[in-house]
């Protein structure tokens, strides 16, 4: 069975920084790509970042680049999302997807408000 669980999530100020995890189960971590994406209220999922399944080629979304870093820790099946310089408009939940099994986690809420 395919477990995803994030955490990480919770309120932070402009400017701010937070990590996210998502650590995996059930399926060839280390095979699979995995990727990030957010869904803000009343609109619809994006992607925000995407990694190879040995970590080396990471891609993102314009509106993160620079800020946001995506990782990957195959002897822990363990992927992050470390987030920099945090905007209001990050406010989402994210959810950890392995794209290849369209799978998704719950989630975990992001809220930038001061």
């Known amino acids: 069975q395919v477990q995803l669980v994030e955490s990480g999530g919770g309120l932070v100020q402009p400017g701010g920084s937070l990590r996210l995890s998502c650590v995996a189960s059930g399926f060839f971590f280390s095979g699979s790509a995995m990727s990030w994406y957010r869904q803000a209220p009343g609109k619809q999922r994006v992607l925000v970042a995407g990694?190879?399944?040995?970590?080396?080629?990471?891609n993102y979304a314009d509106s993160v680049k620079g800020r946001f870093t995506i990782s990957r820790d195959n002897t822990r099946n363990t992927v992050y999302l470390q987030m920099n310089t945090l905007k209001p408009e990050d406010t989402a939940v994210y959810h950890c997807v392995v794209p290849q099994l369209a799978t998704w986690g719950q989630g975990t809420q992001v809220t930038v408000s001061s």
């Open positions: 990694i190879s399944r040995d970590g080396r080629v990471q």
